[in-house]
Structures are given as structure tokens and as C-alpha cells.
């Protein structure tokens, strides 16, 4: 894969978000981007969202009509909304005078695993998409949708189209993946809570992968891991420009970058280390608590064995210390749309288990400072248990990784907390964001 070079003459895939392409005069403007792209000698494969909240609408559908729906019905409704745009963007570049055409997920094929809602892509034939793309056809194709082994349509739970714009990428070898989405590239944290906010130059694949999932939606946590393992080269950048702005060769935006990438970025003086990368926050988890569990072995066994039985994935675990008679208490968290679900086995489970009461909170936010720096400097999670506590900000749980420290808050604190820390680990600008 080449990382320099010709600027020309590449073969790119450009993904646009739903911002992006929310109606036709916003179509409009993507397609000149993607001519180009194309008027710039490159092969061209453009992965497109539904316009900006049609998902959301499409999923409420499918509550009204079966509040239990099935999941393969309920991916055969929101996937429609990929196949809108992708007709749409490519009638538009036709009516523009491109040579354009969709490429239907069931039609490529994008083959994923049966989990409807959330598929994972398995294999993606590209034989025939790289040949329209060597005869200089501009191929568009919905995002979030595959079919299954059976031939059904999958989707590949929310932010998909992200995956699907690396796995695309991955498939016909491209020099690079451009995600297009309205902002103009990963900031320090989320520039829509922090005006000060400073757009990063680079990330490296670990530290977005662990703030995509710590909450940073910017990219669906599993692209950046696709593209981590299949070597994608990612470049975030916004798709609100005017004509005259700089052309994505020139990457204007943010690269995703390997270590050793961004080792030589920090040795030419273009990035600069800091031990604190980026700072996330997650509002969709909910706090379990289950009062006075056996204190003795295979008592948390009995928890968390129906949860991940019911791929209900728990995230920050505490154990509290024992209390007389050899009782504990034991709190963890968990999505909140899985929460009920939860709730309803754990309860099930009551006697089994032997705790006494289980308290839940949905009105919690999980805040996380990222990066690399972390490994090799102490004093990170401090910092953070210091800001916190000096804003009178209540700490409720705590996990660490490597290269992340987490700690869950009450919700109402949310954009408190993000902004006391953003400042504390010296990440404001003296500019404000666009
Ligand atoms: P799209 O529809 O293009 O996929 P998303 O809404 O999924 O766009 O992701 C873009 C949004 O991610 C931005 O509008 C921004 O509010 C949010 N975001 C959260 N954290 C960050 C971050 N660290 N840097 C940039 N954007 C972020
Ligand atoms: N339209 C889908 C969603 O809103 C997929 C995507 O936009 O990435 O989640
Ligand atoms: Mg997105």
C-alpha cells in the first residue's frame, strides 16, 4: 500500500456521513468533491450513510410496528436508508456527467456473519468493483449493509458505514480511505463540548480505537480496528468545505497512523507528545448495583456468566470491600439498551446468585482520558481524580487500561468534567474550533 507518492493516479474510497448527505443540495456538494477526486486521475469508491437522522427514524418504525422485532426484519427496514443515498449520489454524479453506478451490498457481495443488527463483515468480492473502478467508473456504495450466508440483508449496528468504507478499502487495496463527516478531523475531545477543542495532525490506531470506544463517535470503534489489522490508511476529515479549500491529497484532515508513523511525525517536529492524547465521554451505559452477594468464590461467576451468555457486554467492574457475615456489594455497568435485559436475568436469577436488592442508574456518563504517553509517565490518573475533585465532580466508579483511565459520573456533570480536564491535561487551544 503506498503511503506517498503520486498524487495521483490512487485508487480512494471516500466515505460520507449522514450530515454529508442530508438532501439533495448536500448530495450536490458531494458529488463535486468525489468529481474531483476523480479530475484529479484517481479510481474512486464512495461509501455513503443515510442522510442525517433517517436511521433514527427507520429504527422507531420498527419499534411502532413489534415492540420484540425481529432482527432481520428490523435490518431489512434500516438499511433501506443507505440504499436511498447511494441511488441519489449516483444520479447525481451522472447528471454532473460522471460515469457512475450503486453497488448494492447483496450485489458486490459484502458477505458478514448471520448477527443481524450487528454483523461483522467476513468477505468482500471485489473482482468486479475493481474492474468498474479500472474503467474509470466512480462505484457508490451503501454503507452498514451486507447479506448473510443465507441471503439475507444484515446491518452492521449503528456507525457501520465507517466499517464498511475500510473493509471496502481493505478489499480493493486503496492508497486511502477518506471519512468525510462534519467536522474536519479527531479533535482533543468532542468540539461540540469543548469550543477549545485542538484538531489533532495525527492519532495512532490504539489511541483511536481505545477513544472510539470509550465514546468518541467520530469513527465506529470496529473501522478503526479493521483498519488497524488490514492496514487501511485513515483520514477523517469534513465534507463542509468551499471549492477553493485544500484537496484531500494534500491531507488536511487527520491521518490514523501506525507508532512508528507517528514516531517520525514527533521526530520532524509535526506532532508533539503528549501524555494525554484525547478525552471522550459515553452517556449511553447504565449502572447496575446488586446489594450483599456472597463474598466467596464463584459468586461474580454467577453474575456475569447469563450476561455474556446474552452478549450483553459489562464494562467497569468494582467489587466493594467485604462487609460483616461475609456479604459484598457489586457494581458494574453495562448499555443502557441492554439494560433492561439485564435487569430481567439478573432478577431471574435472584436466589441462584443470593444477592438482596439490585439498584440501577441510567443517569450516569463515563468520561476517559486516552494516549500512548500514559505508559510511560505516571501521574495521569491523578491529574484526573484531582480536577474532578477540586469541581466537586463525585467519582462512582474506576477502570484503567494501558493507555486509558475511566471514570463514570453523574450524567448532569457530563460537560463539566470534559472541560475541567481538557484543561487540566494542557490540551485547550488558544484558538477557538470552526
Ligand atoms: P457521520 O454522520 O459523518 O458519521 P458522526 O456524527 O458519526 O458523523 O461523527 C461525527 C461527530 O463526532 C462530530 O460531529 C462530533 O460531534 C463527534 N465527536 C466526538 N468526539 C470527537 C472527537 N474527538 N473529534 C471529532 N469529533 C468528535
Ligand atoms: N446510517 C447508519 C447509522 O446512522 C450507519 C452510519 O451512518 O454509519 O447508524
Ligand atoms: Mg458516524
Same mark, same amino acid.
Given at each position: 500500500?503506498?503511503?506517498?507518492?503520486?498524487?495521483?493516479?490512487?485508487?480512494?474510497?471516500?466515505?460520507?456521513?449522514?450530515?454529508?448527505?442530508?438532501?439533495?443540495?448536500?448530495?450536490?456538494?458531494?458529488?463535486?468533491?468525489?468529481?474531483?477526486?476523480?479530475?484529479?486521475?484517481?479510481?474512486?469508491?464512495?461509501?455513503?450513510?443515510?442522510?442525517?437522522?433517517?436511521?433514527?427514524? =427507520?429504527?422507531?418504525?420498527?419499534?411502532?410496528?413489534?415492540?420484540?422485532?425481529?432482527?432481520?426484519?428490523?435490518?431489512?427496514?434500516?438499511? #433501506?436508508?443507505?440504499? *436511498?443515498?447511494?441511488? =441519489?449520489?449516483?444520479?447525481?454524479?451522472? #447528471?454532473?456527467?460522471?460515469?457512475?453506478?450503486?453497488?448494492?451490498?447483496?450485489?458486490?457481495?459484502?458477505?458478514?456473519?448471520?448477527?443481524?443488527?450487528?454483523?461483522?463483515?467476513?468477505?468482500?468480492?471485489?473482482?468486479?468493483?475493481?474492474?468498474?473502478?479500472?474503467?474509470?467508473?466512480?462505484? *457508490?456504495?451503501?454503507?452498514?449493509?451486507?447479506?448473510?450466508?443465507?441471503?439475507?440483508?444484515?446491518?452492521?449496528?449503528?456507525?457501520?458505514?465507517?466499517?464498511?468504507?475500510?473493509?471496502?478499502?481493505?478489499?480493493?487495496?486503496?492508497?486511502?480511505?477518506?471519512?468525510?463527516?462534519?467536522?474536519?478531523?479527531?479533535?482533543?475531545?468532542?468540539?461540540?463540548?469543548?469550543?477549545?477543542?485542538?484538531?489533532?495532525?495525527?492519532?495512532?490506531?490504539?489511541?483511536?480505537?481505545?477513544?472510539?470506544?470509550?465514546?468518541?463517535?467520530?469513527?465506529?470503534?470496529?473501522?478503526?480496528?479493521?483498519?488497524?489489522?488490514?492496514?487501511?490508511?485513515?483520514?477523517?476529515?469534513?465534507?463542509?468545505?468551499?471549492?477553493?479549500?485544500?484537496?484531500?491529497?494534500?491531507?488536511?484532515?487527520?491521518?490514523?497512523?501506525?507508532?512508528?508513523?507517528?514516531?517520525?511525525?514527533?521526530?520532524?517536529?509535526?506532532?508533539?507528545?503528549?501524555?494525554?492524547?484525547?478525552?471522550?465521554?459515553?452517556?449511553?451505559?447504565?449502572?447496575?448495583?446488586?446489594?450483599?452477594?456472597?463474598?466467596?468464590?464463584?459468586?461474580?461467576?454467577?453474575?456475569?456468566?447469563?450476561?455474556?451468555?446474552?452478549?450483553?457486554?459489562?464494562?467497569?467492574?468494582?467489587?466493594?470491600?467485604?462487609?460483616?457475615?461475609?456479604?459484598?456489594?457489586?457494581?458494574?455497568?453495562?448499555?443502557?439498551?441492554? =439494560?433492561?435485559?439485564?435487569?430481567?436475568?439478573?432478577?431471574?436469577?435472584?436466589?441462584?446468585?443470593?444477592?438482596?436488592?439490585?439498584?440501577?442508574?441510567?443517569?450516569?456518563?463515563?468520561? #476517559?482520558?486516552?494516549?500512548?504517553?500514559?505508559?510511560?509517565?505516571?501521574?495521569?490518573?491523578?491529574?484526573?481524580?484531582?480536577?474532578?475533585?477540586?469541581?466537586?465532580?463525585?467519582?462512582?466508579?474506576?477502570?484503567?487500561?494501558?493507555?486509558?483511565?475511566?471514570?463514570?459520573?453523574?450524567?448532569?456533570?457530563?460537560?463539566?468534567?470534559?472541560?475541567?480536564?481538557?484543561?487540566?491535561?494542557? =490540551?485547550?487551544?488558544?484558538?477557538?474550533?470552526?
Amino acid at each position: 500500500m503506498a503511503n506517498s507518492g503520486p498524487k495521483s493516479g490512487q485508487r480512494i474510497v471516500m466515505k460520507f456521513g449522514g450530515t454529508s448527505m442530508a438532501g439533495t443540495e448536500r448530495i450536490r456538494r458531494v458529488a463535486n468533491i468525489v468529481r474531483a477526486q476523480a479530475a484529479a486521475g484517481h479510481q474512486v469508491a464512495v461509501v455513503v450513510s443515510a442522510m442525517a437522522g433517517e436511521t433514527d427514524r =427507520l429504527v422507531n418504525f420498527c419499534r411502532e410496528a413489534n415492540a420484540l422485532y425481529d432482527p432481520a426484519e428490523y435490518d431489512v427496514v434500516v438499511s #433501506s436508508g443507505e440504499q *436511498v443515498t447511494s441511488g =441519489l449520489l449516483a444520479l447525481t454524479l451522472q #447528471s454532473l456527467g460522471s460515469k457512475a453506478r450503486s453497488w448494492l451490498g447483496w450485489q458486490l457481495p459484502v458477505k458478514t456473519i448471520e448477527a443481524h443488527a450487528k454483523a461483522r463483515i467476513e468477505t468482500i468480492d471485489a473482482p468486479g468493483l475493481i474492474e468498474a473502478l479500472e474503467g474509470g467508473e466512480i462505484a *457508490v456504495i451503501p454503507g452498514f449493509q451486507g447479506i448473510s450466508e443465507d441471503g439475507r440483508i444484515t446491518t452492521m449496528g449503528r456507525g457501520g458505514s465507517d466499517t464498511s468504507a475500510v473493509a471496502i478499502a481493505a478489499a480493493v487495496k486503496a492508497d486511502r480511505c477518506d471519512i468525510y463527516t462534519d467536522v474536519d478531523g479527531v479533535y482533543t475531545t468532542d468540539p461540540r463540548i469543548v469550543a477549545k477543542a485542538r484538531k489533532l495532525k495525527a492519532v495512532t490506531y490504539e489511541e483511536m480505537l481505545e477513544l472510539a470506544s470509550v465514546g468518541a463517535k467520530v469513527l465506529q470503534t470496529r473501522s478503526v480496528g479493521l483498519a488497524m489489522k488490514s492496514g487501511v490508511r485513515i483520514q477523517v476529515l469534513s465534507s463542509f468545505v468551499g471549492e477553493d479549500s485544500v484537496s484531500a491529497d494534500e491531507l488536511p484532515g487527520t491521518l490514523i497512523v501506525s507508532d512508528e508513523e507517528m514516531d517520525q511525525l514527533v521526530e520532524n517536529g509535526d506532532m508533539e507528545r503528549q501524555h494525554v492524547t484525547g478525552i471522550a465521554h459515553d452517556k449511553n451505559e447504565a449502572k447496575i448495583i446488586l446489594t450483599r452477594v456472597p463474598d466467596k468464590p464463584g459468586a461474580v461467576a454467577h453474575i456475569f456468566e447469563p450476561l455474556a451468555d446474552a452478549s450483553i457486554n459489562v464494562d467497569m467492574i468494582i467489587q466493594n470491600v467485604g462487609r460483616d457475615k461475609g456479604e459484598t456489594d457489586v457494581t458494574f455497568t453495562v448499555p443502557q439498551a441492554d =439494560l433492561a435485559r439485564a435487569q430481567a436475568l439478573l432478577e431471574d436469577r435472584i436466589s441462584e446468585i443470593g444477592f438482596n436488592r439490585i439498584i440501577t442508574d441510567s443517569h450516569i456518563a463515563k468520561i #476517559s482520558v486516552v494516549g500512548v504517553g500514559m505508559k510511560s509517565h505516571a501521574g495521569v490518573a491523578s491529574t484526573m481524580f484531582r480536577a474532578l475533585s477540586d469541581r466537586g465532580i463525585n467519582i462512582q466508579a474506576i477502570s484503567t487500561s494501558e493507555i486509558k483511565v475511566s471514570v463514570l459520573i453523574d450524567e448532569d456533570e457530563t460537560e463539566l468534567a470534559v472541560r475541567v480536564l481538557h484543561t487540566a491535561y494542557g =490540551l485547550d487551544s488558544t484558538e477557538e474550533a470552526a
